[in-house]
């Protein structure tokens, strides 16, 4: 059998081995009964996501973003892309069409759009484990990918957040630029997929950006094998992203940078960068020699710098340093996702070891291999995105689903070595140390000793009963009231105001998006001040309703911040006189009406 079909074997039983790993974990969330559907565990984005997805079903145009029914009268500009939105409105479409009915074809796209980027994202795994260690890692980088995709909880049902696409996206990049030597067209999609997961969001910048930096350097060091690697990797980067924005940005607004989305600043930097590297690997003079391969790299880097810091000098500055105060205090840094490693260390040890201990595992066996000599193009892309990708983790939380993904890469290695080794002998020292291997591999398996551990040491206090209650207001059923009255504008915390959105017809005023400055401070201004404060504020937005839920988090934080405020009288029993009580004593969810309101 030759190479070429060797290479279609490989790719049909990697897909197929996914494929059986992503039904498994289907069927599992079956069996439970897709809790996430109706239980979304407090997760905003999933919930706003359908949102979107249901405007753009119901006509609001593909360039417009805004969220007309949170914030201030007229809404905001979300920093979304419709480049997700659109396959999930597809799967309801499709779905609808089937069934007959959009509620149910919407569960049919919430179960199905994360499922198939499970599937896929194991594929990639498989395929750059593949290029890694060989045949034999792909079996385990399947397990243990398998496993710990699917605890970390990017996958569930319902996850229509975009962060499952960049992950996939961000791995598929890397499997492909691994494959690159052997594969004509795979630097080409891995430029392709890099400019994608770079417009879906801005969180994948420091991935791409490493991705792009490994291209360039292996460039230098090895011109005969990465010349054309790099110039079809640069070229497949910058026309996707001239085609991202000629489709998601409309025409006028081309000339306007923004920060924290795909515009013109993203464009100009992935365009003079793509074009500049596959134009210095095309031109001979320059690509024969590693000084000139090496300046001209170089001086495209300056090129880049002054084009940011001349023309858009406000993204050099961090994500969110023009958040004002008053949110960074009470929403920001209660963020869980956007916890630092050092803020866990001391208030959170035990959950530590659930997200950094593979990675860590996979950095020391990366460091090991460089002191053993031997290095090879394949350990210098996954060490460079595991290193950035563990630094981006410290710094927030949510940056270590992706080191615990391109962990997975050499600790399947690691477990293909072991296992050829027990395969070659029966000592019962080496099958040891072979369950170890795999013990210490598994991502779940430090879940459950950080979880072992906060109950032992008492860190986390005993959950309640979620059968059959829900403190934090969390639940599809607890918003049934709401869903039930005429729509208006409701008052509430920003956790509940994805939850309204999705279950209900309201607007709101308040939601977790640091876009949404002005709804959020109003909020705040009406549930810290006092009742007679709120009132104004309920006058002036002709607001209809007022929903507090006293066991959620963040209404304990507004409690706290001001004992005396509005919020804090409603949650003693202390309700002014322009509000009628409306809900049943003892719901999730406490609801006044405003009296002669409108």
């Not at 002191?371 to 940056?399: E, H, I, K, M």
């Amino acid at each position: 059998m030759g190479t070429a079909e060797n290479g279609a074997a490989s790719w049909k039983s990697d897909l197929l081995l996914a494929l059986l790993a992503a039904l498994l974990a289907l069927a599992v969330d079956a069996w439970t009964g897709f809790g996430p559907l109706t239980d979304a565990g407090g997760d905003n984005d999933n919930l706003l996501r359908l949102v979107e997805v249901r405007d753009l079903l119901a006509g609001q145009g593909w360039f417009d973003l805004h969220q007309y029914r949170m914030g201030l009268q007229g809404g905001f500009v979300m920093h979304w892309s419709r480049l997700v939105d659109a396959p999930i409105a597809a799967l309801v479409l499709a779905a609808s069409a089937l069934t007959g009915s959009r509620p149910l074809a919407e569960d049919v796209a919430q179960v199905l759009w994360p499922a198939l980027l499970f599937w896929s994202t194991l594929f990639f795994t498989a395929r750059a484990a593949r290029s890694f260690g060989g045949g034999g890692a792909v079996l385990p980088a399947v397990l243990i990918g398998g496993a710990g995709y699917y605890f970390v909880g990017i996958y569930a049902p319902g996850a229509l957040d975009h962060h499952n696409v960049q992950l996939m996206l961000t791995m598929a990049s890397l499997a492909l630029l691994l494959e690159a030597p052997a594969w004509r067209r795979a630097a080409l999609l891995s430029g392709l997929c890099a400019a994608l997961t770079l417009a879906v969001g801005m969180e994948t910048v420091p991935y791409v950006a490493a991705i792009g930096a490994c291209v360039s350097l292996l460039f230098v060091a090895d011109p005969g094998g990465e010349r054309a690697i790099a110039r079809d990797f640069g070229l497949g980067f910058a026309g996707v992203s001239a085609l991202v924005f000629l489709s998601t940005i409309p025409p006028s607004a081309w000339g306007m940078a923004q920060c924290d989305a795909f515009s013109v600043a993203q464009f100009a930097v992935a365009a003079i960068a793509g074009i500049g590297l596959a134009a210095i690997a095309s031109v001979e003079p320059v690509a024969r020699n590693w000084r000139r391969r090496l300046g001209s790299l170089a001086a495209l880097g300056i090129v880049l710098g002054v084009v940011v810091a001349a023309l858009f000098p406000q993204c050099l500055s961090a994500p969110y340093a023009n958040l004002d105060p008053r949110l960074k205090e009470l929403w920001l840094d209660h963020i869980d996702e956007a916890q630092s490693l050092f803020t866990l260390l001391v208030h959170d040890p035990a959950r530590v070891a659930a997200r950094y201990a593979t990675p860590l595992v996979a950095i020391t066996l990366m460091a090991l291999r460089l002191r053993g000599g031997g290095w090879r193009r394949q350990d210098s892309l996954v060490a460079a995105l595991l290193a950035v990708s563990f630094v981006v983790g410290a710094w927030q939380l949510r940056g270590t689903t992706f080191s615990i993904a391109f962990a997975v890469i050499p600790l399947s290695a690691w477990i293909a070595k072991w296992r050829a080794r027990a395969e070659a002998g029966s000592s019962p020292g080496v099958a040891l140390r072979l369950a170890a291997v795999w013990l210490v591999s598994i991502n779940p398996v430090w879940t459950g000793v950080a979880a072992a551990a906060s109950v032992a040491f008492e860190k986390v206090p005993a959950a309640a009963d979620r059968g059959t209650t829900d403190r934090a207001c969390e639940k599809k059923a607890t918003f049934a009231p709401l869903g039930g009255m005429a729509g208006t504008t409701v008052l509430a915390i920003s956790n509940l105001g994805a939850p309204i959105l999705v279950y209900s017809g309201h607007k709101v005023f308040a939601g977790p998006y640091h876009r949404n400055v002005a709804g959020n401070l109003l909020a705040l201004d009406a549930f810290l001040g006092s009742a007679d404060d709120a009132r104004r504020i309920v006058e002036a937005h002709h607001v209809g309703l007022v929903a507090i839920c006293p066991g959620n988090f963040e209404s304990r934080t507004l409690t706290q911040k001001a004992p005396q405020g509005f919020l804090a009288g409603l949650l003693r029993g202390s309700v002014p006189d322009w509000l009628e009580p409306v809900s049943e004593k003892g719901s999730p969810i406490e609801l006044y009406r405003v009296r002669q309101a409108g």
